[in-house]
């Protein structure tokens, strides 16, 4: 049976500076969308059958043509609202010297940040099983945050897995205990939990994993895995946290580290594959990724995982 898993999120047009000067290597991207291509492509390398969808909204227009035409190239079908008028975000990222990356956004007029202000989308939510982070979340006006928590639950009721992440970015948010607050309205409605440590803290929701996963499950959450960067990750579901630690690589780029992480993890479970077992595959496809610049690599980039 082929299960549908249905990205949630804003795709930009991004920009990553590709030396000193004025030069920028663009292409598409945006954290959901990165990993529905990894959860695409692992998917594929384990042998899972999924159709893999990103619900956003895009503008009437060329670019929105070709970055439709982008995912659709990538296998990730499109479930957009289409907002005539608008036109696609972009960002820039500037890579520093330890590969660690900084960001500047143009998305506030964004389609995709009309669409999800609003509650027409709502009914488009479906699948098996359903992605979104705290990236979505900001983008939510207070009816479309209400609505969503309740069209999720309403899956959940018919058998549908949610999955959040938090992804959390400062400017975006007005405090951290606004964010925080959002997020654990969605993290009430989640099955599984694909989070950073760092982000946690910052939220104020933990102080080091193990507090992070205690806040976590006191949510609701029945599985919770919590990113350490360069150690890995740590794993749980019924039972303490299980460490899971990953390969030393050269980091060019970690731009898309935790998606492209989340991407193989849920590709494993899918194939059902062990929580730790999931985190290797994660892991791998992490540490190929950092390796190269932008969010979205070659494919040829990619490990062997079958």
Not at 72 to 90: C, F, I, K, M, Q
Not at 152 to 163: F, N, T
Not at 258 to 264: I, L, Q
Request: charge should be negative; hydrophobic fraction near 50%.
């Amino acid at each position: 049976m082929t299960l549908v898993v249905q990205c949630i999120g804003e795709c930009m047009i991004e920009f990553v500076r590709t030396g000193a000067g004025a030069g920028a290597q663009v292409q598409y991207a945006g954290d959901t969308f990165n990993t529905a291509v990894y959860l695409r492509r692992a998917s594929d390398a384990l042998g899972v059958e999924v159709d893999v969808r990103f619900l956003s909204g895009v503008g009437v227009d060329d670019e929105s043509d070709r970055m439709r035409a982008y995912w659709r190239g990538e296998g990730v079908a499109d479930d957009v609202v289409l907002v005539d008028g608008r036109h696609p975000g972009a960002y820039l990222v500037t890579t520093h010297d330890d590969g660690e990356r900084s960001f500047l956004y143009w998305r506030r007029r964004s389609a995709a940040a009309h669409v999800f202000a609003g509650t027409d989308w709502l009914e488009a939510v479906r699948g098996d099983l359903v992605y979104l982070s705290g990236i979505t979340t900001q983008l939510l006006g207070d009816a479309a945050l209400d609505g969503v928590v309740a069209r999720l639950a309403a899956l959940r009721d018919q058998g549908a897995r949610v999955v959040f992440d938090s992804n959390y970015r400062p400017a975006a948010w007005e405090s951290p205990a606004r964010a925080a607050e959002a997020m654990a309205r969605v993290l009430a409605v989640s099955d599984i939990a694909l989070v950073t440590l760092e982000d946690e803290i910052a939220l104020g929701r933990a102080v080091d994993v193990a507090s992070a996963v205690a806040a976590l499950t006191a949510l609701g959450v029945g599985e919770v895995v919590v990113k350490v960067g360069t150690e890995g990750a740590w794993v749980t579901k019924d039972g303490g946290p299980l460490h899971v630690a990953t390969v030393a690589v050269d980091a060019v780029d970690t731009t898309a580290a935790g998606d492209s992480f989340n991407g193989g993890y849920l590709a494993g479970r899918l194939a059902g594959l062990s929580p730790s077992a999931a985190a290797q595959v994660g892991n791998r496809i992490a540490g190929a990724v950092v390796q190269s610049r932008g969010a979205v690599v070659d494919v040829a980039l990619m490990p062997v995982l079958s």
